[in-house]
């Protein structure tokens, strides 16, 4: 799921308009049911967090790397696993932060497309 919980909430908003339009007597849209509510609060819970991490495209890569086949199992190892522009950008002070939450959550969002990318989980 790429859905953050601003998305889930627009979802719940545009249904309870179309919810009210119905019980106002225009008869458009449907009544907002138990089980809708149950659905979007299901969604909610499960959906990313709004304020992901932005890291760099070629970070996101070194992420993945580590904990994929480099087998890197620590932020601390994955620094010294870096070289270039990525080294420059983790070594950063004000990068630090940004890089372990995206490390921690396994979910971050790519600063040059905007893209949210999720690391699967293990299997």
């Not at 008869?27 to 979007?40: C, F, P, R, S, V």
């Not at 070594?91 to 999720?118: C, P």
Request: proline share 2%; glycine share 8%.
């Amino acid at each position: 799921m790429t859905e953050t919980k601003r998305d889930v909430f627009n979802d719940l908003v545009e249904e309870l308009a179309n919810a009210y339009i119905a019980l106002d007597g225009e008869g458009i849209g449907e009544e907002l049911t138990n089980e809708d509510k149950q659905a979007y609060l299901k969604d909610y819970a499960a959906a990313l967090p709004d304020d992901l991490p932005v890291i760099p495209e070629a970070v996101g890569e070194h992420i993945r790397w580590c904990k994929g086949e480099g087998g890197v199992d620590n932020v601390s190892d994955a620094m010294d696993y870096t070289y270039g522009d990525v080294a420059a950008w983790l070594y950063d002070e004000r990068n630090s932060d940004t890089f372990a939450l995206a490390w921690l959550l396994g979910v971050w969002r790519v600063e040059e497309t905007g893209e949210i990318v999720k690391l699967e989980e293990e299997k």
